[in-house]
């Protein structure tokens, strides 16, 4: 899995599979979240920076792509 997403019912969950200590930047910038190893969690989509969101999930997409490319 390269990034994942569950909506639960405390909060949203996505998964950054390649973890944070890339992203210090982004995190930063994000607004409202919380995070587990490779998770992070927010409560209502209004409390972080949507633009900041969807370049680091992007960011790391990329990186999991680059470390494990799919072999046609």
């Known amino acids: 899995m390269r990034t994942g997403f569950s909506p639960r019912k405390q909060n949203l969950a996505l998964y950054i599979m390649v973890g944070f200590n890339e992203f210090e930047e982004q995190l930063q910038q994000l607004g409202k979240y919380k995070t587990g190893k490779s998770c992070l969690y927010i409560n209502k989509l209004s409390d ?22 799919i072999d046609v």
Request: charged letters at 25%.
């Open 48 to 69: 972080v920076d949507q633009h900041v969101l969807s370049k680091l999930i992007q960011q790391s997409f990329d990186e999991m792509a680059r470390r494990y490319p």
